[in-house]
């Protein structure tokens, strides 16, 4: 869940539809919401609804930024830093849309594949209050790499 106050610090809007940990969030020049996390979604918000949620093909999309001309830039689990944008000039060819689809459709995670994780049993919230540390601070940056020209596709 996503909330959202005024510089007064008086909540305005609780934004659902995650479905797992919130991990970065950024404005669009637009005045639009963009957040990523762990359900490998990046969700763009306007005005308190979503109006878009682009899947990635990796479990967890760590960051998003969103650029002075209006893309969104992402830093994913995979190891790709993708480039969305609503510019059709800047779009990706169609060939390189539809492999991005596949991998998106090939990279479900079916519940068997987890395992015997008991829901139940995993910690609380509170788990979340506890301070925790790097083992290596922003070694995991270094995971990074951009392929090929980015991956340019559109949102909405």
């Not at 990046?42 to 960051?63: D, F, H």
């Amino acid at each position: 869940m996503i909330y959202v106050w005024t510089k007064d610090g008086d909540q305005i809007l609780e934004l659902h539809g995650h479905t797992n940990f919130i991990y970065s969030l950024s404005v669009l020049p637009t005045g639009e919401l963009v957040s990523s996390g762990e359900d490998r979604s990046v969700k763009i918000w306007n005005n308190g609804e979503c109006i878009q949620t682009i899947t990635l093909p990796a479990i967890s999309v760590w960051s998003v930024s969103a650029q002075p001309n209006g893309d969104i830039v992402c830093g994913s689990s995979d190891g790709e830093v993708r480039v969305f944008t609503r510019e059709r000039g800047r779009y990706a060819e169609e060939k390189e849309l539809k492999e991005f689809e596949e991998k998106v459709a090939n990279s479900a995670i079916p519940q068997e594949a987890l395992g015997d994780i008991n829901k139940e049993k995993l910690p609380g919230l509170s788990a979340l209050k506890q301070k925790g540390r790097l083992p290596h601070p922003l070694s995991w940056l270094s995971r990074f790499h951009v392929t090929r020209p980015p991956c340019i596709a559109s949102f909405l």
